[in-house]
């Protein structure tokens, strides 16, 4: 089995909007495999549909069966890290083999003062300041509508994945 | 418990097996050969046709065919231009897996039908019979929703949530409808870890 691993510089696990993170990813592997991707992603997860979006990458051509290499992101300003009760979004970086199954991951936080927003009130608290909370770009993207068109209890229905049966 | 750690979430829902309770994968997959590989599963929404599809697909892969999955939605209610033009490509490699195949007009159903002539199998999904000799018809239960909740979250016993009462319960409520009561778990579990 593949051995992949990714060190953040100084142990980090929380980070700001635009800072740096670095480190080191390092690869075992079994078999030769075409390229190694290193993906600075953010992903949902929840009641609603997961959305993924890979923000940067680097990539080794070739790599040897071992190896280790440097790596550097600037982080962008935006979406902030944050968890509430139907939606959680996260950071993290990934490290796959192409082609290949195999990846390693290590989430961390991307948030103003580097703590993950909590949205703690999404039962009882007022909907227009819980949906202020999310970035007007994913409110669009995950269907918060405004309070007065709101049928279900939940803003987050028409995530709904889209299967059929 | 964060979004993340509830198991109910969607990804996790989307994962859940097929159950054969009443079945078998060799069983169907024999009964689609008679079929001469063009049929129908059958059932409600929410009842589990598309992750019998998915289930179904490995075992088509294994025996040498390409599996082409298609979906049709109440939002894409019929195949893009570039689709129909690639059915006229199909030959007996391909075998296609449709869901959804009640949002096609009656005209558009013969079409397809015409157009996949050629594939190896059409095996599709529908709400009711008609469209292709029925394979297998999907039903629900309280007792499968039970099973389905204790796989997919099988700590929380002691949980009166997780009840024969309750999941009944949840069943009604749901008109049968499994996905949509598994969804509604996601908000009684997210509710629990609050207490």
New interface residues.
């Given amino acids: 089995m593949n051995a992949l691993e990714i060190s953040i510089r100084e142990g980090k696990t929380n980070f700001t909007p635009g800072a740096t993170i670095a480190g080191e990813f390092s690869w075992q592997l079994q078999k030769s495999a075409n390229a190694l991707e290193l993906r600075l992603i953010w992903f949902t ?6 959305d993924v979006s890979v923000e940067s990458t680097q990539r080794i051509e070739a790599p040897a069966l071992s190896g280790k290499h440097d790596f550097s992101f600037q982080l962008p300003l935006a979406p902030h890290s944050f ?6 979004l ?1 950071w993290a970086l990934e490290l796959v083999t192409i082609p290949g199954h195999d990846s390693a991951r290590t989430d961390f936080v991307l948030a103003p003062g580097g703590q993950k927003i909590a949205l703690s009130q999404s ?1 009882t608290g007022d909907f227009e300041e819980l949906a202020s909370k999310v970035p007007a770009w994913l409110q669009n993207k995950i269907g918060i509508k405004k309070p007065s068109s709101i049928q279900s209890e ?1 803003p987050f229905e028409s995530t ?6 | 418990m964060t979004p993340r750690q509830n198991p109910f979430r969607a990804e996790k829902l989307d994962s859940v097996p097929f159950i054969f309770h009443d079945t078998s994968a060799a069983e169907l997959l024999s009964r689609l050969e008679k079929f001469h590989c063009r049929a129908a599963v059958i059932g409600a929404h929410g009842r589990g046709k598309s992750t019998l599809l998915d289930a179904l697909a490995p075992f088509l892969q294994a025996r040498g065919w390409q599996v082409h999955r298609l979906h049709l939605n109440s939002s894409q209610r019929n195949f893009p231009r570039e689709d129909w033009r690639e059915f006229r490509l199909l030959n007996t490699q391909d075998f296609i897996l449709l869901d959804g195949a009640e949002q096609l007009s009656l005209w558009q159903r013969k079409r397809f039908l015409y157009a996949t002539r050629r594939a190896a199998g059409v095996l599709l999904t529908a709400h009711r019979a008609g469209i292709l000799p029925t394979l297998y018809e999907c039903r629900s239960s309280s007792q499968l929703l039970q099973t389905l909740i204790s796989q997919i979250a099988p700590q929380p016993q002691h949980s009166e949530k997780f009840s024969e009462g309750f999941t009944k319960e949840l069943f009604a409520r749901h008109h049968g409808n499994l996905r949509d009561a598994l969804r509604e778990m996601y908000d009684v579990c997210a509710q629990e870890s609050q207490r």
């Fill in positions: 997860q929840g009641k609603g549909t997961s968890a509430g009760t139907l939606i959680e996260s039962d939940n709904t994945a889209n299967r059929n049966s």
